[in-house]
């Protein structure tokens, strides 16, 4: 059974660059698409974006000038880095597998249990 | 983008209850339409997909219909694990924007 776990600092400073881990346990990489969501504190769900395991990204255009994702097929690992963070980028950030092939519709499953990232100097 | 919206925001409901959720998306997403529960300091967990299929293990009382920008989610029994938040979302083209989410409380 595959399992996300979301790992990064807590707490970032304003103007510096947030950067969170994904690593994935029980099961490839590869021929999945690997999302990255995250949720204001009382809020709803925002989308970030997605990489392929090929390498192809998707960026959310709200936050497309400052979002990186990429992958370490190597360790299994998902990452996700976001410059110059506000305030307005607290949240809890979540990985989520997506799925691929003839019978998707781009659903998220699973989902890793979240990392709450806090930006406050 | 295209923009998802949920209705009610909240809604309050006795257990036994049936409830029912309306999405709604401002372009047409064919079945491309997933739902999501979330309970409190809890990822969210994938309930239906594809606008009307069951996700494996998800309880029989939930259910999902509809097609182009029009969908609803339906427990047909409301159980106490099932207050929470439900969020639709949509799979037809990037970026895979969600509803504003309905809270779901006991009455």
């Known amino acids: 059974q595959v399992q996300l776990q979301e790992s990064g600092p807590g707490l970032v400073k304003p103007s510096e660059t947030l950067s969170l881990t994904c690593t994935v346990s029980?099961?490839?990489?590869?021929?999945?698409?690997w999302n990255w969501i995250r949720q204001p504190p009382g809020q709803g769900l925002e989308y970030i974006g997605y990489i392929y395991y090929r390498g192809n990204t998707n960026y959310n255009p709200s936050l497309k000038s400052r979002v990186t994702i990429s992958l370490d097929t190597s360790k299994n690992e998902v990452s996700l880095k976001l410059t110059s963070v506000t305030a307005a980028d607290t949240a809890v950030y979540y990985c989520?597998?997506?799925?691929?092939?003839?019978?998707?519709?781009?659903?998220?499953?699973?989902w890793g249990q979240g990392t709450l990232i806090t930006v406050s100097s | 983008d295209i923009q998802m919206t949920q209705s009610p925001s909240s809604l309050s409901a006795s257990v036994g209850d049936r409830v029912t959720i309306t999405c709604r998306a401002s372009?047409?997403?064919?079945?491309?339409l997933n739902w999501y529960q979330q309970r409190p300091g809890k990822a969210p967990k994938l309930l239906i997909y594809a606008a009307s299929s069951l996700h494996s293990g998800v309880p029989s009382r939930f259910s999902g219909s509809g097609s182009g920008t029009d969908f609803t989610l339906t427990i047909s029994s409301l159980q106490p694990e099932d207050f929470a938040t439900y969020y639709c979302?949509?799979?037809?083209?990037?970026?895979?924007?969600f509803g504003q989410g309905t809270k779901v409380e006991i009455k």
């Open positions: 979302q949509q799979g037809y083209s990037p970026p895979r924007t």
């Open positions: 372009q047409t997403i064919s079945s491309y």
């Open positions: 989520a597998r997506g799925c691929s092939g003839g019978s998707c519709y781009n659903w998220f499953d699973p």
């Open positions: 029980g099961g490839s990489i590869s021929n999945y698409y």
